[in-house]
């Protein structure tokens, strides 16, 4: 059995992947621990219980997008996917995007993430279905900016941000996508 260059490579870069990741994820869990200690930081153990979670699932859904497809765009979408998913999420329960955490139309921030994660479903994570599920996403993502609009101009840009996010998961996986096309 002879292993190429190219798979050498792949192998590598998913390890890479991998380490960004997880280690981020320990970084990112650290950082409010290193707040409250040094900073005063007013978390309670049930913040930091909730932080973890939060971690664990994007951590563990990038991994398992990881695992779905060798392509490095295809990788790339998944990422960016869920890391959109997951700075909404945050934003949204710890200070809510439009106005307070406490605002019922908050909630259409997670209709967003829903209508990706059944599209990707829909797709069966194949890559062409994955660019028009996140396309889509992008497209509800934009329409929740003009509802933020009527509250606060800030949100616009915020929201436009998140849009951006699902944009460029929907460009990967369209090269991904393509990656797939056989030549004629």
Do not use: C
């Not at 993502?141 to 509802?147: D, S």
Request: charge should be positive.
């Amino acid at each position: 059995m002879t292993v190429t260059n190219e798979a050498l490579r792949d192998a590598r870069l998913t390890r890479w992947l991998r380490a960004v990741v997880w280690g981020g994820a320990a970084v990112a869990w650290l950082v409010p621990l290193a707040a409250r200690l040094f900073a005063g930081l007013p978390w309670t153990p049930f913040d930091f219980i909730v932080w973890a979670l939060m971690l664990l699932v994007a951590a563990g859904l990038a991994e398992a997008g990881l695992r779905l497809s060798g392509q490095l765009a295809y990788r790339a979408g998944m990422i960016v996917a869920v890391g959109t998913s997951f700075l909404i999420t945050w934003s949204n329960l710890a200070v809510g995007i439009i106005g307070n955490e406490n605002n019922p139309l908050n909630q259409i921030f997670f209709g967003v993430i829903a209508i990706a994660l059944v599209g990707a479903f829909v797709a069966r994570f194949r890559p062409k279905g994955m660019a028009v599920a996140m396309l889509v996403t992008a497209v509800a993502q934009f329409a929740t900016a003009f509802l933020a609009l009527a509250y606060e101009h800030i949100v616009f840009g915020i929201v436009g941000v998140f849009a951006l996010g699902w944009l460029l998961a929907a460009w990967l996986f369209r090269e991904a996508a393509r990656g797939e096309a056989v030549p004629a």
